[in-house]
């Protein structure tokens, strides 16, 4: 069985200032890890994914994220926020044989302050 | 040109009523999915299909009855609206289904109200 916890329902940030999402899974086999973006009335789109290799991944809009297998997690960052990052967030993890089956977090909505 | 399109965008309906939604992508992908998004913004699973073949029924009440004409295409019936069946529901598509590294590609969604 697999799950994801995401910390925080709500984050603000202001803009400029870094962004940090929290981000721990829980799965019995190796995970394929993925954080989504959701902006209002529009569907899901990918950040990026980690699924073997290096651990620390970089993905779209200047967001990355690090796996670490001891701690369980895979946090998400961005060194300054911009106005436009303002959207709700999703961890999810996966496995080899999932076919497509993502167990998602609960989200995290940033609001970002001028 | 829309990868993952789905119609309509908005569905209000009474109670007992009988709905469908369509989903169509483009992207040349072998994996089709249905999930639902829930007032809290949760989002789970209901079906995938790999080549027009059922894979994940995700113990989704028989009222819910997906079909994929190809696999391009997959839709989703819903008889016998009830309250509890308002949310928004996502299609998405993948590559290689089979291996969860695959991203899944979503639609826009169709929010589904029923009164």
């Known amino acids: 069985a697999q799950s994801v916890t995401q910390l925080g329902s709500h984050v603000s940030v202001s803009e400029g200032a870094l962004v940090l999402l929290r981000c721990n899974y829980s799965?019995?086999?190796?995970?394929?890890l993925f954080w989504y973006v959701q902006y209002p009335n529009q569907g899901l789109q990918l950040l990026l994914k980690?699924?073997?290799?290096?651990?620390l991944v970089k993905g779209i809009n200047g967001f990355e994220a690090e796996f670490k297998k001891s701690e369980t997690s895979f946090h998400l960052t961005k060194p300054s926020a911009h106005m436009s990052d303002a959207a709700e967030y999703f961890c999810a993890v996966s496995s080899f044989d999932s076919w497509g089956k993502l167990q998602f977090g609960a989200g995290t909505q940033v609001v970002v302050t001028p | 040109d829309t990868a993952v399109s789905q119609t309509p965008k908005y569905l209000v309906t009474q109670m007992g009523n009988d709905k469908s939604i369509k989903c169509e992508q483009n992207?040349?992908?072998?994996?089709m999915y249905w999930y639902k998004q829930d007032s809290k913004k949760f989002l789970k699973i209901m079906f995938s299909y790999n080549n027009k073949e059922l894979i994940i029924n995700e113990t989704v009440p028989n009222r819910f009855s997906p079909k994929s004409p190809d696999k391009a295409h997959l839709n989703l019936h819903i008889n016998s609206l009830e309250l509890g069946d308002s949310a928004v529901y996502f299609c998405a598509s993948s590559a290689m289904g089979g291996q969860g590294n695959s991203p899944l590609h979503f639609g826009n969604g169709t929010r589904l109200t029923v009164t």
């Open positions: 799965s019995s086999v190796p995970p394929y």
């Open positions: 992207l040349g992908h072998d994996t």
């Open positions: 980690y699924t073997t290799g290096a651990t």
